[in-house]
């Protein structure tokens, strides 16, 4: 553990600048003023608790894994504020978890990726196929995997999997403040000039921090909030915004067991769509059916997208089914149309421009907040379990220390605040380009795929190198640099290199040894 104080280390006038941003700043017009204010300051101070060390805002899937990393590396229970008012059963459809994000789980608790896996179901097999049902070419999932078993891709719905770690942030002490929503974020300082970041919520409460992770989604309130304040000087146009792909997808899940194992995913030169299958338990599969959809109609419609009513879901999985039949399409993929149980409607947007950086202050964004994601090689959710677990390292290593409790029995872990900012910053420079390679694999794979349904020359040569590929590497290629990272290995190397490069500037460092 390292707690010395690198403060600096990697410091740049831009952080400072971004950090006063949102900050507050007064001008008072005379001395009296200013003692009305600092003993009103005090006064509050001494009737509210002590700051948090850190508070998550967000308690979706990334949050509650955040909030269990820092429980079980620093022993800091963390506070989480969620505008929901509550979590409910059979809400939501399914999703892909991956090893690269398993693993961050493992290490939280083999036994918690135990209870995962088994609400899930293992692919077993990747399939690309046509809709017609010919097979173009098969890959065992287990290459992913590597060696290491207990790693294998699953399908699982969404509420299962935040039911599991809900549960295990309860069993770990940590508390989730339901209807919670953000209004406001500003840094204060506080009697012993220790700044604090301070939240304001819509019930008029609010609450201190030290250290704020905003894990709240790809409508974050947090990030708009400070990249807003970061980019008063730009013009509207210029500062960073959810732009629409232009894809629109039909989702749901269908209470149908799959009749062939693993994760297919069929392209149609006949409906111009691609689509991906998917069992998340032995008798239910997920499916999604991803369309081209003009931003003038995706704007029309935009007002319906979100969960189906009953009705309405079986409606629109009707007339698609019809409409698929038509387009020759193989029966194993139109049966959970006919069968679906819930059905979403959603349009696919991305941040444009992508953010130059993910912090602010002693703010940091985290998951969707920071780079919101596409579906197609179902990176989205495990970077952000990698931005939970590289984060919760970084301070462990930097800014973790225990302080003795009074009976002397036993200790309290705290934030070195004097390294927060260099962790941060290494936090920040790590994940920033990890982050938009996934995403822009995520773009190029999802455009090849649409390119697939559209051009039947591209598709006859894509085909080709699929099946090619395939055979030479076991899989696509393109997925291993997602599945295959271990995000402790780049935690290792730029600890590694703060160190080198402080020793190289011959700074000196108390029981500090690299």
């Known amino acids: 553990m390292v707690l010395k104080k690198l403060k600096g280390r990697f410091s740049s006038s831009k952080s400072k600048m971004m950090k006063n941003n949102i900050r507050r700043t007064e001008s008072p017009t005379s001395v009296f003023s200013v003692q009305e204010q600092q003993q009103k300051q005090q006064q509050q101070e001494s009737e509210s608790p002590p700051a948090a060390e850190i508070v998550i805002v967000g308690a979706g899937i990334v949050g509650l894994v955040l909030a269990l990393a820092l429980k079980k590396h620093l022993n800091i229970t963390p506070e989480v504020y969620e505008q929901a008012n509550a979590f409910h059963d059979d809400v939501g459809a399914g999703m892909g978890m991956y090893p690269n994000g398993l693993r961050v789980i493992r290490d939280i608790d083999p036994n918690l990726l135990k209870e995962i896996s088994e609400a ?27 060696e290491e078993d207990d790693l294998m891709s699953i399908g699982i719905r969404r509420w299962r999997l935040q039911k599991v770690l809900l549960q295990a942030t309860e069993d770990a002490g940590i508390k989730i403040h339901f209807k919670k929503r953000l209004e406001g974020i500003k840094e204060v300082d506080e009697q012993h000039q220790q700044t604090v970041v301070q939240l304001r919520f819509s019930d008029g409460s609010t609450r201190r921090c030290k250290l704020l992770l905003a894990a709240d989604g790809s409508n974050s309130q947090v990030r708009q909030i400070v990249t807003n304040a970061a980019a008063a000087d730009k013009k509207q146009h210029d500062r960073p915004k959810l732009k629409y792909t232009g894809t629109q997808c039909l989702m749901g899940t269908s209470a149908l067991p799959r009749t062939e194992r693993g994760l297919s995913l069929p392209s149609s030169p006949t409906s111009k769509c691609h689509g991906a299958f998917y069992a998340v338990t032995e008798t239910e ?13 995706a704007k029309a419609s935009q007002g319906s997208w979100g969960s189906l009513t009953e009705h309405v879901g079986h409606e629109e999985c009707a007339a698609l089914a019809e409409r698929l039949v038509k387009d020759g399409w193989d029966p194993k993929y139109l ?9 979403i409607k959603i349009g696919f947007s991305t941040l444009e421009p992508p953010l130059e950086s993910f912090i602010q202050g002693q703010v940091a964004l985290v998951g969707d907040a920071a780079h919101p994601p596409v579906p197609y090689l179902g990176q989205g959710a495990q970077q952000g379990l990698e931005d939970a677990g590289t984060i919760a390292l970084l301070l462990k290593e930097l800014c973790l220390q225990e302080e003795q409790a009074k009976d002397g029995n036993s200790s309290k872990a705290s934030l070195c605040m004097a390294n927060l900012e260099t962790a941060l910053e290494l936090y920040d420079k790590m994940r920033v380009p990890r982050t938009q390679e996934m995403c822009e694999n995520g773009k190029k794979w999802g455009a090849s795929q649409q390119k697939r349904a559209e051009n039947e020359k591209y598709n006859t040569m894509r085909e080709k190198v699929i099946e090619r590929e395939v055979f030479f590497h076991e899989t696509m290629p393109v997925l291993l640099s997602g599945v295959h990272h271990d995000y402790k290995d780049d935690v290792a190397k730029a600890l590694e290199e703060v160190c080198l490069g402080a020793l190289a500037e011959g700074n000196e460092y108390d029981d500090y040894s690299c």
């Open 120 to 146: 899930g179901y293992p692919y077993m097999y990747r399939r690309w196929e046509r809709h017609d049902g010919t097979e173009v070419a098969v890959a065992e999932e287990k290459v992913l995997a590597g």
């Open 285 to 297: 599969q997920c499916f999604q059916f991803h369309f081209p959809v003009p931003e003038v109609d």
């Open 335 to 343: 049966e959970p149309l006919h069968h679906v149980n819930k059905a």
